[in-house]
């Protein structure tokens, strides 16, 4: 189950996503973004969690470029 909060993120962080005690997962979404760009956001953290890259050893900043070159 993904559960999705819009909240009050730094301006650098477009989203992000953590893993809950009961394995679900939570988004969390920048409210600064417009709708399609929250769009854009939620998707590509979908892509982390569908990749495990938060259980992943790879150094995160390879992870976000893995992904930005997908078009992610
Ligand atoms: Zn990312």
């Not at 892509?47 to 078009?71: V, Y």
């Amino acid at each position: 189950m993904i559960n999705t909060v819009l909240c009050d993120l730094p301006y650098s962080i477009k989203a992000t996503y953590t893993i809950n005690d009961d394995n679900s997962y939570t988004i969390f979404i920048n409210n600064k973004l417009g709708f399609e760009e929250q769009q854009i956001a939620y998707k590509h953290e979908l892509e982390h969690i569908n990749r495990g890259d938060l259980f992943s050893t790879k150094d995160a900043d390879i992870i976000e470029n893995i992904l930005n070159k997908s078009g992610g």
